[in-house]
């Protein structure tokens, strides 16, 4: 399915954000908000796993919406070290408004959603690569679908483990791929894909 991209430009608590949205060629069925890795460490809307994930969803009929968070990009404002930064996803969020939300996010985006998860309503979570080392990851709702890469050095899968075995949460593991998923990007689509198809 191909897609258009567009910028959009929402008002967020410290200024504009900055958004790519990735539209299918149908009516969408929902809208799916994307968080990027760290800013610090060169996060952007353009990280290849963060396009892959709305690549992902414009396939399964989302139109995909990925913020730069504060201080990245022509998004405004400084970061603030995931405080401000789960208030611009919530800003954004509130502009998409629509009925099916899917929440996405990738290493410290991902553990933006975990946060930004308690306090609206989803259809549901991806959360890639989540970032549980050297910060306080609340737990998430059951059925959210964690992807993690058996040989992440950034943030270890025993963590991940860890983090999600007091939930009683499945976490789904790429063989093979490291923090960034290098040559494993098509697994992961594939395997948003099948969970998507199996209903899960």
């Not at 502009?95 to 946060?115: D, P, T, W, Y």
Request: proline share 6%; with cysteine; charged share 25%.
């Amino acid at each position: 399915m191909r897609a258009s991209t567009r910028r959009e430009f929402v008002a967020g608590p410290a200024g504009r954000i900055e958004c790519a949205v990735d539209a299918p060629e149908d009516e969408p069925r929902g809208a799916a908000l994307v968080a990027h890795p760290h800013p610090l460490f060169g996060g952007t809307l353009d990280n290849k796993v963060a396009q892959t994930l709305a690549r992902t969803f414009v396939d399964l009929g989302y139109e995909a919406w990925r913020p730069n968070f504060r201080g990245v990009g022509q998004s405004e404002g400084k970061h603030d070290a995931g405080n401000g930064e789960v208030e611009d996803l919530l800003s954004v969020y509130k502009r998409i408004s629509s009925e099916k939300m899917v929440l996405a996010g990738f290493s410290f985006g991902a553990a933006m959603q975990a946060k930004l998860a308690r306090r609206v309503a989803a259809e549901r979570i991806v959360l890639v690569g989540v970032a549980v080392v050297g910060r306080e990851v609340p737990p998430v709702p059951a059925g959210t679908l964690v992807i993690h890469g058996e040989l992440d050095t950034t943030v270890p899968l025993a963590a991940v483990l860890d983090w999600a075995r007091p939930q009683g949460l499945e976490v789904a593991v790429v063989p093979g791929a490291d923090h960034f998923f290098h040559r494993k990007l098509q697994e992961l689509r594939d395997l948003i894909k099948a969970n998507w198809q199996s209903g899960k």
